[in-house]
């Protein structure tokens, strides 16, 4: 049984951290890409960055370069997205999905589309 499971979501104040955990299972984790998404209330779910763990490859979106780090832990099938000087407009709730490589991370290919497997999302709230 395929699991994606997201957590480390909360209620954090602007300008504050938090890191979002991605606990993968059922499937061989080094050739797998893993991505995060988020969708906002009243938005469409929208990419935010991307790690090949077979390479350590990454792709960030504009909005989450300098502020967002993706890293992985093969030891533990586990992806993480440290998330620092969060903004209210970084409020959404964060999904975490993996697709087959070659090149899911790329910026022509990561989407929706080239995911296999969605976890159930996790919410982060950036309020004062």
């Known amino acids: 049984q395929v699991q994606l499971v997201e957590s480390g979501g909360g209620l954090v104040q602007p300008g504050g951290s938090l890191r979002l955990s991605c606990a993968a299972s059922?499937?061989?984790?080094?050739?797998?890409?893993i991505g995060w998404f988020r969708q906002a209330p009243g938005k469409e779910r929208e990419r935010v960055t991307c790690i090949t763990p077979f390479d350590d490859s990454t792709f960030y979106e504009e909005s989450a370069k300098g502020r967002f780090t993706i890293t992985s832990d093969s030891s533990k099938n586990t992806v993480y997205l440290q998330m620092n000087r969060l903004r209210p407009e970084d409020t959404a709730i964060y999904y975490c999905?993996?697709?087959?490589?070659?090149?899911?991370?790329?910026?022509?290919?990561?989407?929706?589309?080239?995911?296999?497997?969605w976890g159930k999302g996790t919410l982060v709230t950036v309020s004062s």
């Open positions: 999905a993996a697709g087959m490589t070659p090149g899911v991370c790329a910026d022509s290919m990561f989407g929706d589309y080239a995911m296999n497997y």
């Open positions: 059922g499937f061989t984790f080094e050739d797998y890409a």
